[in-house]
């Protein structure tokens, strides 16, 4: 199959060259002030479509943004309120210093007290304002500077409209804490995002991490065998339990899907792209669609992160990208020898240096609302600052303390990047633009353009820790905990080097974009004409015809993959071969949307069979587990019948299925259940297989799987659509999808949020992209969540209906769509 990797770098592209629109007249009458073709209205101009879409056209950077701040606000003023009282440490000062924050990935992480001395540490030290002093590349661009001015201009004129207490939204009307923003409110919060892949594990250990006293800080022992012996299974316990909090945190956190298909894989067009995130349904980092235009500059559509006035994955003339997930560890640890009788101070190359101690302190709401002030003491070395847990396991600081590098610390390039990716021209180009500004933190790219290119990329902001510094400057723990991940897949290795040598430290490598950067000529990339995909595994088999290699702190190789990598890379194969049973060969927009919206478990795949199997076969009908006899017969005929293995929402046995795979993971990575055919590296994608039936951890899970499902009061026959559903404003839709550890594409993970089942993440902003030789991009999208977060919004739940039937907007690119739409708005922001 013809392929190439790519290898040489491109010459820099500063603007895209995109198609002068020569109908912009054709909206005339529904925009005031708008000036010939080829040239952006007077004025800043939102035009809404079907579901509350915006399609936002400008004569500059600055006009764009404030379309886009006053439209972001329209839709979520509460949640971007929320988002800079957290990032201005002021949480506590507001609602109380016990609430929940979710300053990282994940919903709820921490306290609003310990999320307060966090941003409040980040604001003492001057890091975004002294990032903002810097000029690009290190600094914002100008167009950036410019829009996020816009953008503030935008959000102020929408509140000063509404005034707080005229906010619709019930979650922040009249709260004090809605205030006008600033330029610096908006870079801090980019900043929180840009660094959010090292606060769910570090956080509460930074804001709380206090030296030990004299006495529990005691010398190093003599060397010994006994010694080395009990410092051997100290470190396997240390990283046994770092790794098993990863891996739930893992879970539970946000992830992604994409998939992009080259001339060979496609029928009907160039190539596709299908866009999958994973994000939370709730909070800072709910996505919102939009569509960005200056006629002659840039015209992109897509959605991005809450807050920021650009396209963050989307499409515009000519290339369609998307972002997973990556398997790279934003931060890195060092292993520092304190003094014993000193234990702030610390050993690098036989000199003992002084750590430094900052005062951090917030204000906090009493319970009879008057103000306190609570101060820490919180501590850092020349790598950076100490922790004493990472996601919640213990790192004691005794004879050693344990610092912490953050590799996104001085990064706003990825504003940027950006930027930039919405004016590529092609997949090349999105490779010069990743390479060059390095700003991308813990994401993948996929991408496909008008050429017929589909394009892998992990190009991003990488420590820069080298094969041969790993094997130099592991620690013990570090060594089991870098490397050992490989048995849990999707697991970023997690490195502590030895801090006594300064060598060990992350090296400036020439051409990365910022000190202690991997060279990004490192890092895996892969163009093709068939597909290139990722579901948040290493890039090792973006196209398993073309295995890639790269360092190992980019992840694993000739390891286990996801059964949702297995499912994603055998539906494309099955499609571009004509093999999955459907018409023709090759991806249309109709079998693209299938790909996603079948819901197929590659879980039930490989074991229902056997688990059916092993059902009938129970003696008598009955399992014994946990010392309760039970009854499982009534559950055999129910799995036998759920011949489609999928979770669509009238599928029955599906909760069940899901229940019994829960029970019997138990928290371990698939390739540790009881397979008769193991995991092969040579046949990564169809192993392991074949579950052994007759394994006591089959029937015992299966039967807990009952048991649960009785007692909770759920028939275990129930369609999905009885079990999982949500409610918004009375009314009770159903959610199909399942959890990503059912191997099913469509993820949806369910909780409790504030009390009630709702989604806590999962499928959020779904978009497919196809390209064709001439024409528009043709496009369709759905946002899970919808694109309100406003309960009295009429788009607070319209798309949720959508998804919830499987049913997908056909996207408005060209002016000629926009001015063709049934429900078309319009708001001059004069």
């Not at 494309?572 to 023709?584: E, M, S, V």
């Not at 008769?676 to 074949?690: A, G, K, L, Q």
């Amino acid at each position: 199959m013809p392929h190439r990797r790519y290898r040489a770098r491109l010459p820099r592209v500063v603007v895209a060259a995109l198609v002068v629109m020569s109908t912009l007249a054709a909206t005339a009458s529904t925009a005031q002030g708008r000036t010939a073709a080829g040239t952006g209205p007077e004025k800043p101009t939102i035009r809404y479509t079907e579901y509350g879409i915006p399609h936002i056209i400008a004569s500059d950077w600055e006009g764009l943004g404030t379309g886009y701040g006053y439209a972001s606000a329209k839709d979520n003023i509460c949640t971007l309120a929320d988002t800079y009282l957290m990032v201005d440490a002021r949480r506590s000062r507001h609602l109380g210093p016990d609430g929940r924050a979710s300053p990282g990935q994940n919903q709820n992480t921490t306290t609003n007290l310990h999320s307060d001395l966090y941003f409040q540490r980040l604001k003492d030290d001057r890091v975004v304002e002294r990032l903002l002093e810097q000029p690009a590349p290190d600094g914002p661009a100008p167009e950036v500077r410019q829009a996020i001015r816009g953008y503030v201009q935008g959000y102020n004129r929408y509140l000063a409209e509404t005034g707080a207490d005229g906010i619709s939204d019930p979650a922040c009307r009249g709260a004090a804490w809605v205030r006008p923003i600033t330029e610096l409110d908006v870079y801090r919060h980019a900043h929180a995002e840009i660094i959010m892949g090292t606060a769910d594990a570090l956080l509460d250990g930074m804001v709380t991490a206090a030296p030990p006293g004299a006495s529990a800080a005691a010398r190093p022992a003599a060397p010994s065998k006994d010694a080395a012996k009990a410092a051997k299974k100290s470190a396997a316990r240390t990283a046994e339990k770092i790794r098993e909090a990863m891996a739930v945190s893992r879970q539970q956190s946000m992830g992604s899907n994409a998939l992009a298909v080259g001339s060979q894989g496609v029928s009907g067009g160039r190539s596709m792209l299908l866009a999958n995130p994973h994000f939370p349904w709730q909070g800072k980092n709910r996505m919102w669609q939009s569509q960005l235009t200056i006629p002659g500059e840039v015209n992109v559509s897509g959605a991005g992160l809450l807050g920021f006035p650009a396209v963050n994955i989307g499409y515009n003339e000519n290339v369609a990208w998307s972002h997973t997930v990556a398997t790279v560890a934003p931060f890195g640890l060092f292993d520092v020898q304190v003094d014993p009788l000193n234990p702030t101070s610390y050993l690098v190359d036989g000199v003992w240096e002084r750590m430094t101690s900052q005062q951090v302190g917030v204000d906090v709401l009493k319970p009879d609302g008057s103000l306190s002030r609570v101060t820490r003491t919180l501590w850092s070395t020349r790598y950076g600052p100490i922790t004493t847990s990472v996601h919640g396991q213990a790192l004691p600081w005794v004879v050693s303390a344990h610092a912490v590098r953050d590799v996104n610390m001085h990064n706003l390039r990825a504003l940027n990047t950006w930027f930039r990716l919405d004016q590529a021209t092609d997949v090349h180009d999105v490779v010069d633009i990743l390479e060059t500004t390095q700003g991308i933190p813990f994401f993948n790219t996929v991408a496909s353009d008008r050429k017929g290119d589909a394009l892998y990329a992990d190009i991003q902001a990488t420590p820069n820790i080298t094969d041969e510094l790993a094997e130099s400057c592991l620690t013990l723990t570090g060594r089991l905990l870098f490397h050992q991940t490989l048995r849990l897949p999707n697991v970023p290795p997690v490195s502590i080097l030895d801090g006594k040598r300064s060598a060990c430290d992350w090296p400036d490598a020439p051409d990365a974009a910022a000190p202690g950067l991997l060279a990004p000529h490192r890092q895996p990339r892969l163009i093709r004409s068939d597909f290139a995909g990722n579901a948040n595994d290493s890039a090792w088999l973006a196209n398993p015809e073309e295995p890639l290699a790269f360092p190992r702190v980019m992840g694993d190789t000739s390891a286990p993959r996801s059964l949702r990598t297995q499912e994603l890379i055998l539906t494309a194969q099955k499609r571009i071969n004509g093999t999955d049973g459907l018409p023709g060969r090759g991806f249309t927009p109709e079998t693209m949307g299938k790909l996603l919206f079948s819901d197929n478990s590659r879980a039930a795949d490989l074991a229902l069979n056997a688990t059916v199997t092993m059902c009938r076969n129970a003696p008598f009908g009955h399992i014994l587990v946990d010392g309760v006899l039970v009854n499982v017969s009534e559950a055999c005929p129910i799995l036998a019948a759920w011949t489609s293995h999928d979770y669509s929402a009238d599928s029955r046995g599906s909760w069940l299925f899901a229940n019994y795979w829960a029970y019997l993971l138990n928290g371990r990575g698939v390739e540790k259940l009881p397979w008769r055919v193991p995991f092969d590296p040579e046949n990564p994608v169809h192993t392991p297989n074949s579950l052994d039936a007759g394994h006591s951890d089959v029937s015992a899970a299966f039967a807990r799987a009952v048991l649960a499902l009785r007692k909770a009061g759920i028939p275990l026959g129930a369609p999905l659509s009885d079990v999982q559903k949500i409610t918004r404003n009375g009314e009770r839709i159903p959610i199909h999808g399942a959890l990503g550890q059912l191997g099913v594409l469509n993820v949806i993970t369910p909780g409790q949020v504030d009390g009630k089942f709702d989604v806590v993440f999962g499928s959020s902003f779904v978009q497919q992209v196809r390209f064709t030789a001439e024409g528009p991009p043709e496009a369709y999208s759905v946002m899970a969540y919808s694109q309100s977060a406003d309960p009295t919004s009429e788009h607070y739940a319209d798309q949720t209906r959508l998804f919830s039937a499987g049913t997908w907007v056909t996207e408005r690119f060209t002016e000629e769509q926009i001015a063709a739409s049934p429900k078309l708005r319009t708001k001059v922001l004069e």
